[in-house]
């Protein structure tokens, strides 16, 4: 809904013709006069609520179209410093005045009639905001066309104005620009309750677009492991309680978080985040100046991380590698293939020294058994006591064996390390 401020009846009028509005309001008397002076077809207006042909209070037919009751208006008052003579003279003067006087005709009137009560004008404006009471009890009257004045039925709330600015854009596009002398307002009351309170979406801004509605005793959203829930409170009933203050608490399992004070936002908005570590249902209180609102408690869910790929949370919310797997760099592998030991050094590094350690071996041993070849011994146990007796496995080839030995065992060990075994 898109309330305008048009500045005159005659604008309002020609709005509504011209389709720029569904719905005008004007005073009794405005129809009939455009009929007479700029010739307004009423077969191009509808009444709504067409009460025409009411009975005033002089008995009287009301002459124009109306849809409300009939409300005294265009009273002539007087100060409270006018001599009572002058007051009774000019009194009775407009009373002797009818529908044949030259000054009925002049002012386009047809007389003047004795007022009746004006208590009912009052209390109607003073419930639609036009007479504002202050503190003093001393009545004002506001400007017709300022935000203030407006009012909204009951059961509904009107939302802050500076919450209310850029409704229209969001209605209407970035474009929307409201006609100069005209004030334009969108959707100005809600009908809800005394307190809304909703959980922000990641990508939405602090308003009420893109939100999940909390409600009491339900999960109103769920998150994970130290991600925080932001939450949105709006009080509809801000403006008769200005210095309101809005607190929450977390009840995780057996423990509670401290009473946290909610950041106001503008007049009516607050916002708080919520997180835990803790996996599961989570329960949280907000309290308006010490009371529970109509949403509270209600319930957030918290989920395990969400990890790399082979790591898994652990119930502080961080991502560890699992039993089976061990950290190398920044990824998790299996133990076979890594091998750590106590010095830092793994099989990766030390089986490429071993081979070749042992293809030196192997080869040294191949030529010292093809020298011996050639000394024609008739059996294995002939040729190893041949090779020692010619000499042919010197003190350095036994020194090269022992090492390669004692590399076999060294790698062995590792493994085993490595490797434990289980029963």
Same mark, same amino acid.
């Given at each position: 809904m898109q309330v305008r401020f048009a500045g005159s009846h005659e604008h309002v009028v020609q709005d509504v013709l011209a389709g720029h509005v569904d719905i005008g309001f004007i005073r009794t008397g405005i129809l009939e006069e455009l009929v007479a002076t700029h010739g307004l077809n009423l077969a191009d207006v509808k009444i709504l609520h067409d009460r025409s042909g009411i009975v005033d209070p002089t008995g009287n037919v009301f002459p124009y179209r109306l849809s409300s009751d009939l409300f005294p208006e265009w009273i002539l008052a007087v100060a409270p410093d006018v001599?009572?003579?002058?007051e009774r003279a000019v009194m009775v003067a407009l009373l002797a005045i009818n529908s044949s006087s030259l000054e009925a005709h002049r002012g386009q009137y047809d007389?003047?009639?004795?007022?009746?009560?004006n208590s009912i004008v009052r209390n109607m404006m003073l419930d639609l905001g036009t007479l504002?009471?202050?503190?003093?009890?001393?009545i004002t009257c506001a400007q017709t066309w300022s935000y203030d004045a407006l009012r909204c039925p009951a059961g509904s709330f009107k939302i802050a104005q500076e919450e209310q600015e850029h409704v229209c854009e969001r209605l209407f596009g970035?474009?929307?620009?409201c006609p100069p002398g005209i004030h334009c307002v969108c959707r100005p009351c809600r009908r809800a309750?005394?307190?809304?309170?909703?959980?922000?979406?990641?990508?939405?801004?602090?308003t009420f677009d893109v939100e999940v509605e909390c409600h009491k005793m339900d999960t109103c959203d769920s998150t994970e492991q130290g991600v925080p829930v932001s939450f949105v409170l709006r009080d509809n009933d801000a403006p008769r309680r200005p210095n309101a203050t809005i607190t929450y608490v977390l009840h995780q399992q057996f423990a509670r978080t401290d009473v946290e004070t909610a950041l106001k936002l503008s007049s009516s908005l607050y916002h708080f985040n919520i997180s835990s570590v803790l996996v599961g249902s989570h329960l949280v209180e907000v309290l308006l100046d010490g009371k529970h609102i109509i949403q509270s408690p209600f319930l957030i869910q918290v989920l395990p991380r969400t990890c790399p790929a082979t790591k898994v949370p652990n119930e502080t919310g961080h991502c560890n590698c699992p039993p089976s797997l061990v950290l190398d760099g920044d990824q998790c592998v299996n133990i076979s293939t890594v091998?750590?030991?106590?010095?830092?050094?793994t099989v990766a590094a030390i089986v490429p020294i071993a081979i070749g350690s042992a293809v030196?071996?192997?080869?040294?041993?191949?030529f010292a058994y093809k020298r011996a070849l050639r000394l024609r011994p008739h059996n294995f146990a002939a040729i190893l006591a041949q090779i020692k007796q010619e000499g042919l496995l010197s003190g350095?080839?036994?020194?090269?064996?022992? @090492?390669? =030995? $004692?590399? %076999?065992?060294? @790698?062995? =060990? $590792?493994? %085993?390390?490595?490797?434990p075994s289980t029963p």
């Open positions: 001599d009572y003579e002058v007389a003047f009639d004795p007022p009746t009560s504002v009471r202050n503190e003093n009890g001393e970035l474009d929307f620009v309750l005394e307190t809304e309170l909703r959980a922000l979406h990641p990508d939405a801004s602090h091998g750590v030991v106590e010095s830092g050094l030196c071996i192997l080869a040294f041993v191949y350095a080839g036994e020194q090269v064996i022992i @090492i390669v =030995i $004692i590399s %076999c065992v060294f @790698i062995f =060990i $590792i493994n %085993c390390d490595a490797h």
